[in-house]
């Protein structure tokens, strides 16, 4: 909205991330009940997290928040959330909100790191540097809030040993899980434009795999990995093509 900058990441286009039961015209209700039928005929047992995942989710009044989130518990079989945000979006009233929340269901946290480097975040138009991602976490650590961190391998101008430092703060953090994330390119982003400027190099599948396996060799055992990769939608990604074959990269890292 302009406060911390303009144009948001250079690498997103939120609706990219959606799952097509999840777009934000349809109701939290209608969003739940078609990703409940998507996944009932294979899952039917299955109970279920509501994800709050595109956009910056405690970015709004805290009755609208509780609004959202309280329906998403009120439906049958949905026995927690996880709610990502920005670590510079959390106000002390909606933190409060989050500790009582803590109390009574299943609470994830998601916070978008993506880099240590501040260098990075500002080429990235992320908005925020890394002290301010410090905070924000610790004001969630100090409520005992479940946190997942966020992190992106393969950002411009970073290197291994940058992307290992940046798995290595985060195996340092205290934190209760992270997600492993792959640059994906995607149409009719700034990041587009960079790529064909040749400001950006796309990671290879071997680079990639062999960086995710030594990162996951620095955490720490309690920590939960919830993601390693990612598939970007075939028709919206411009690079790199081979991570759409993405189990694929998951059996390539299990084996190595």
């Known amino acids: 909205d302009g406060t911390k900058g303009q144009g948001g990441c250079t690498y997103c286009n939120n ?33 279920y997290l509501a994800y709050f995942q595109a956009y910056t989710n405690t970015y709004a009044p805290l009755n609208v928040l509780k609004d959202k989130f309280e329906e998403a518990l009120s439906f049958e079989n949905v026995i927690g959330l996880s709610i990502s945000t920005r670590p510079d979006c959390l106000e002390d009233d909606v933190v409060d909100y989050l500790a009582e929340l803590n109390e009574r269901t299943n609470l994830w946290v998601e916070l978008g790191l993506q880099t ?10 992320r908005g925020h540097d890394y002290n301010t991602f410090l905070e ?4 969630l650590q100090d409520r005992n ?66 960086l995710v396996c030594d990162q996951l060799e620095i955490l720490p055992e309690t920590m939960i990995v919830h993601r390693l990769t990612g598939d970007g939608k075939r028709d919206e990604l411009v690079g790199p093509l081979w991570s759409l074959k993405k189990w694929e990269v998951l059996n390539a890292i299990d084996d190595k």
């Open 15 to 47: 609706q990219t991330f959606n799952p097509e039961y999840c777009r934000t015209e349809k109701t939290i209700k209608v969003q739940l009940e078609e990703g409940k039928r998507f996944f009932a005929h294979k899952y039917p047992e299955m109970k």
């Open 145 to 210: 809030i479940k946190v997942i961190v966020h992190i992106i391998n393969g950002l411009p101008g970073e290197d291994y040993n940058m992307m290992m430092e940046t798995a290595k703060a985060v195996a340092n953090m205290g934190v209760d899980g992270i997600k492993i994330h792959l640059l994906h390119v995607i149409k009719d982003t700034p990041m587009e434009k960079m790529l064909q400027k040749g400001m950006l190099t796309l990671m290879s599948q071997e680079e990639h795999i062999n």
């Open 136 to 139: 924000g976490l610790k004001k």
């Open 116 to 125: 240590i480097h501040d260098v990075t975040s500002k080429k990235i138009n």
